[in-house]
């Protein structure tokens, strides 16, 4: 029996909806949200109400081996497949068939393993390492990852045609600190769950000043941070101190962000100003007016290729919103070195 | 018209959804609106007399339009399906191997839609007859 979905957000009662919708249709799935917000529940609850349930239900981190063993995980490979393969080892896609196969952490996956997967989402079949016969897998394909896999199709690091075959189902699970309803219930349920899991030992339940507190805190880790505090608490039992070292933690944790956007503002700033190129920081003067100008091309091509896209290269359209001339319009698109995307 | 044809449109874009929805409308047909895949699902499997034709964009968050036109395809096989892609090759020819009815790419004219709307609903017609 999987771990229920406890919350009432709005975020959790769309999964709930999401998977009693989508649940027997073996479409594939792929599950985003910040590490330790759920994920593998997510997966667990949708196979629960599939049709699979009592089938297998194999969970593979993608992140956790490096890529020839992850191949040979998956796939499988025959005896004398390489050099310490003496018998035969079927691989997690063969063992999940007519079950779940839950691919955590896919955004680790390297491209030489992503068109392997690609193969097998597209035809069901795959080749063991060091055979020549294809096996026939019928396996239901439930990804997670917490990276934004939109940005690493765009620099080139995840197939774009497997992000569609992906994208079939996307769930997302929203962040706790974003769905501070869900927590009282979140704690209610694990106090519940641990009393019977660690000997019938009672962890004391927050008094209502303290579950406003923490409420209020950031939870960065998540339902899995929360998790390890209610076990914390049933060492130390005094919520006031957990509380208190919470936010000590948390302060610390503001003050790493903030200086982390410090970096990063000041990384832009080394963009327009080009240090990397004409102008050397170690020169000791550069040409303001020529900074000017390449920031506000820069700007200029930003917000002229924005409204091309929105109005579908409507050249017109896009002029009109602009509040400039078709005729510079042009100009600009040329200058500038903007370009249609291919469709 | 006596008995208008029912049309659900599910686009996660509110102008394009607002748009199709008033041309539609002025059109004489029976409009519902869904502004992603989970509300167009709910529509479908909740209408008891079932839609005369769907016409669905493709990237939408939760269910793609492409996982749409599939469980449309297996659900409701008689409902012709008409996919509205915006961008890139894949999820048009993902709608094509979902057996999407008619692909349109935009910017497309709205008479365009028209005649596939039409073009679908009359041959659907006569498939019953037949």
Same mark, same amino acid.
């Given at each position: 029996?999987?771990?229920?979905?406890?919350?009432?957000?709005?975020?959790?009662?769309?999964?709930?909806?999401?998977?009693?919708?989508?649940?027997?249709?073996?479409?594939?799935?792929?599950?985003?949200?910040?590490?330790?917000?759920?994920?593998?529940?997510?997966?667990?609850?949708?196979?629960?109400?599939?049709?699979? =349930?009592?089938?297998?239900?194999?969970?593979?981190?993608?992140?956790?081996?490096?890529?020839?063993?992850?191949?040979?995980?998956?796939?499988?490979?025959?005896?004398?497949?390489?050099?310490?393969?003496?018998?035969? /080892?079927? *691989?997690?896609?063969?063992?999940?068939?007519?079950?779940?196969?839950?691919?955590? %952490?896919?955004?680790?996956?390297?491209?030489?393993?992503?068109?392997?997967? $690609?193969?097998?989402?597209?035809? *069901?079949?795959?080749?063991?390492?060091?055979?020549?016969?294809?096996?026939?897998?019928?396996? @239901?394909?439930?990804?997670?990852?917490?990276?934004?896999?939109?940005?690493?199709?765009?620099?080139?690091?995840?197939? %774009?045609?497997?992000?569609?075959?992906?994208?079939?189902?996307?769930?997302?699970?929203?962040?706790?600190?974003?769905?501070?309803? !869900?927590?009282?219930?979140?704690?209610?349920?694990?106090?519940?769950?641990?009393?019977?899991?660690?000997?019938?030992?009672?962890?004391?339940?927050?008094?209502?000043?303290?579950?406003?507190?923490?409420?209020?805190?950031? @939870?960065?880790?998540?339902?899995?941070?929360?998790?390890?505090?209610?076990?914390?608490?049933?060492?130390?039992?005094? @919520?006031?101190?957990?509380?208190?070292?919470?936010?000590?933690?948390?302060?610390?944790?503001?003050?790493?962000?903030?200086?982390?956007?410090?970096?990063?503002?000041?990384?832009?700033?080394?963009?327009?100003?080009?240090?990397?190129?004409?102008?050397?920081?170690?020169?000791?003067?550069?040409?303001?007016?020529?900074?000017?100008?390449?920031?506000?091309?820069?700007?200029? /091509?930003?917000?002229?290729?924005?409204?091309?896209?929105?109005?579908? @290269?409507?050249?017109?359209?896009?002029?009109?919103?602009?509040?400039?001339?078709?005729?510079?319009?042009?100009?600009?698109?040329? !200058?500038?070195?903007?370009?249609?995307?291919?469709? | 018209?006596?008995?208008?044809?029912?049309?659900?449109?599910?686009?996660?874009?509110?102008?394009? $959804?607002?748009?199709?929805?008033?041309?539609?409308?002025?059109?004489?047909?029976?409009?519902?609106?869904?502004?992603?895949?989970?509300?167009?699902?709910?529509?479908?499997?909740?209408?008891?007399?079932?839609?005369?034709?769907?016409?669905?964009?493709?990237?939408?968050?939760?269910?793609?339009?492409?996982?749409?036109?599939?469980?449309?395809?297996?659900?409701?096989?008689?409902?012709?399906?008409?996919?509205?892609?915006?961008?890139?090759?894949?999820?048009?020819?993902?709608?094509?191997?979902?057996?999407?009815?008619?692909?349109?790419?935009?910017?497309?004219?709205?008479?365009?839609?028209? /005649?596939?709307? =039409?073009?679908?609903?009359?041959? /659907?017609?006569?498939?019953?007859?037949?």
């Amino acid at each position: 029996m999987a771990t229920p979905l406890i919350g009432t957000s709005e975020n959790i009662e769309r999964i709930r909806e999401l998977i009693y919708h989508v649940a027997d249709t073996g479409l594939h799935v792929i599950i985003t949200g910040e590490s330790g917000v759920g994920k593998e529940v997510v997966a667990q609850n949708l196979y629960d109400k599939s049709p699979r =349930k009592g089938n297998p239900f194999i969970k593979v981190n993608c992140a956790a081996l490096p890529d020839g063993l992850l191949e040979s995980e998956l796939f499988g490979f025959e005896r004398g497949a390489f050099t310490g393969a003496d018998r035969k /080892k079927r *691989g997690k896609f063969e063992l999940a068939h007519e079950g779940v196969i839950f691919l955590d %952490e896919i955004g680790d996956m390297s491209l030489l393993l992503q068109s392997k997967l $690609l193969h097998v989402l597209q035809g *069901g079949e795959f080749a063991p390492l060091g055979s020549e016969k294809e096996v026939i897998t019928d396996a @239901w394909v439930i990804a997670a990852t917490n990276q934004e896999l939109e940005q690493k199709v765009k620099k080139g690091l995840f197939r %774009e045609d497997l992000f569609y075959r992906l994208n079939a189902i996307k769930i997302y699970i929203a962040p706790l600190r974003n769905r501070p309803e !869900d927590i009282p219930l979140l704690i209610d349920y694990y106090i519940e769950k641990y009393f019977f899991q660690f000997d019938k030992k009672r962890i004391p339940k927050p008094d209502p000043d303290a579950m406003e507190k923490l409420m209020a805190y950031s @939870w960065p880790g998540n339902v899995r941070e929360l998790q390890n505090v209610l076990k914390t608490s049933m060492v130390i039992g005094d @919520w006031e101190e957990i509380i208190h070292d919470l936010n000590l933690k948390n302060q610390s944790a503001t003050v790493r962000r903030t200086e982390e956007l410090a970096l990063k503002g000041a990384s832009i700033v080394d963009v327009l100003l080009d240090f990397k190129g004409d102008y050397s920081s170690d020169q000791a003067s550069f040409s303001l007016k020529t900074v000017t100008k390449k920031a506000t091309d820069r700007i200029e /091509k930003e917000v002229i290729s924005f409204v091309l896209d929105k109005t579908g @290269w409507n050249r017109t359209n896009a002029s009109k919103i602009l509040k400039i001339s078709y005729k510079t319009l042009l100009y600009k698109i040329n !200058d500038l070195n903007i370009k249609k995307p291919q469709r | 018209m006596d008995n208008p044809f029912k049309l659900l449109i599910i686009d996660d874009d509110e102008h394009v $959804l607002a748009t199709l929805d008033d041309f539609l409308r002025d059109k004489a047909y029976d409009v519902i609106s869904a502004s992603d895949g989970l509300d167009g699902l709910k529509f479908l499997e909740s209408d008891k007399q079932g839609f005369d034709l769907v016409i669905t964009d493709l990237i939408m968050p939760q269910i793609s339009g492409m996982s749409l036109i599939s469980i449309i395809k297996e659900k409701f096989p008689d409902t012709p399906v008409i996919a509205i892609t915006g961008w890139g090759e894949y999820p048009g020819a993902f709608a094509i191997e979902s057996q999407a009815d008619k692909v349109l790419s935009k910017p497309f004219e709205l008479s365009e839609l028209d /005649k596939a709307i =039409k073009e679908l609903i009359s041959s /659907k017609k006569h498939k019953i007859q037949d």
